[in-house]
């Protein structure tokens, strides 16, 4: 039985026989639709940018015993918007020696692959850019493309520490991948599936939060390196690389960087929402806005573990990914299968 559809999904819908009454042409309707699906992706993202900006702000302000912004706006809401101007007008220098293109498409290349991870994301029932059968294979597969514009920013700045910077990104990036997608495996062999919605669907009962706690635990580890943030912020460890593959861009270019940041924290906090927590899921409330009131928790989760842990050696970093993350979550699957095996021959 399929589940009803949520109030964007309706809306859609109403839209698409709006337009069919007008344009009696099937294709360029669904080109209609799968540009204003862009654009309203696009929008999440620059509106998640703004407001988890200052959100983060208050919140290591919070933690710290600061004031946080609290001059441009009431209680600084505008402070972001300010900052946003500012980056604007700021002047674009190019270093000398710096191969021209491959440095100017990195931060480009980085937005376009944040954004193209968010059309596997289900905001509500059937609110989702393509439900395709391979959900979370798609997700892994292009969230993986993330390491190559950081290592074309740090070798194209033709900078010592934007190099080094780049390769200690790739390093810890794909060192992490890998639990990461164990740690999903689980969720993947319980649902029998790997259709976002199928997933949200089988979990109407019981989250997978309860029944993959370790998955759980592993996969937000994994996901904090992933979007190399503290304690994992080797790719910007200021005190000994200036700011890595950033050190050479400024303005927009640099902004691109700090855009993609954001956009990959809303997104893993998403997935983590629908692989763990339920999805759309909740009594009362419409499910979009269950769906945002969990991704702002787990949101939280990783800014409450930015401003509390030190920022961790290189080599415990890449220790800790290969010899207890990867064992852990390979023991995981061992144990879910066993789990799903027997419970196969009860029933």
């Known amino acids: 039985m399929n589940a009803p559809l949520g109030m964007f999904a309706e809306l859609a819908r109403l839209a698409r026989e709006l337009m069919a009454q007008f344009v009696p042409f099937p294709p360029l309707i669904d080109l209609v639709m799968y540009l204003i699906n862009i654009g309203i ?3 999440i993202i620059m509106l998640a940018a703004l407001v988890l900006v200052y959100a983060e702000r208050r919140v290591s302000a919070f933690m710290q015993m600061r004031l946080g912004p609290n001059r441009v706006g009431p209680c600084g809401i505008l402070q972001t918007v300010a900052d946003s101007l500012k980056l604007l007008t700021k002047e674009d220098i190019r270093p000398a020696c710096a191969d021209r293109w491959v440095w100017a498409v990195a931060p480009c290349l980085l937005f376009l692959i944040s954004l193209a991870a968010y059309a596997v994301i289900p905001f509500d029932s059937g609110s989702i850019f393509a439900d395709v059968n ?4 798609y997700f892994i ?3 993986a493309q993330a390491t190559l514009p950081f290592l074309m ?3 194209a700045s033709h900078n010592k520490y934007s190099l080094v910077g780049g390769m200690r990104t790739v390093a810890q990036m794909v060192s992490y991948e ?5 740690s999903l495996l689980g969720v993947v062999m319980l649902t029998g599936s790997m259709r976002m919605g199928d997933i949200v669907a089988a979990q109407s009962k019981v989250w997978f939060i309860v029944l993959q706690p370790v998955a759980f635990v592993v996969y937000i580890i994994s996901a904090t390196a992933e979007t190399n943030r503290a ?3 080797l790719v910007e460890a200021e005190s000994e690389i200036i700011a890595g593959p950033f050190t050479e861009y400024s303005g927009m270019r640099w902004s691109f960087f700090f855009l993609a940041e954001y ?3 809303f997104a ?3 997935i983590a929402t629908t692989l763990f927590l339920g999805g759309w899921h909740g009594p009362w409330l419409p499910g979009w806005i269950w769906f945002m009131l969990k991704t702002s928790v787990m949101i939280y989760v990783f800014m409450w573990f930015r401003w509390t842990f030190p920022r961790i050696r290189v080599d415990q970093i890449l220790g800790f990914g290969w010899k207890i993350l990867l064992p852990v979550s390979l023991a995981n699957i061992l144990v879910t299968g066993i789990g799903v095996y027997l419970y196969r021959l009860l029933i």
């Open 268 to 270: 893993v906090s998403a």
């Open 263 to 265: 956009a990959n924290l």
């Open 41 to 43: 992706i696009i929008s």
């Open 178 to 182: 890998i639990p990461l997608v164990f």
């Open 231 to 233: 304690p994992f912020d």
């Open 153 to 155: 920013a740090g070798w």
């Open 134 to 137: 391979i959900g979370i294979f």
């Open 141 to 143: 597969a292009v969230a």
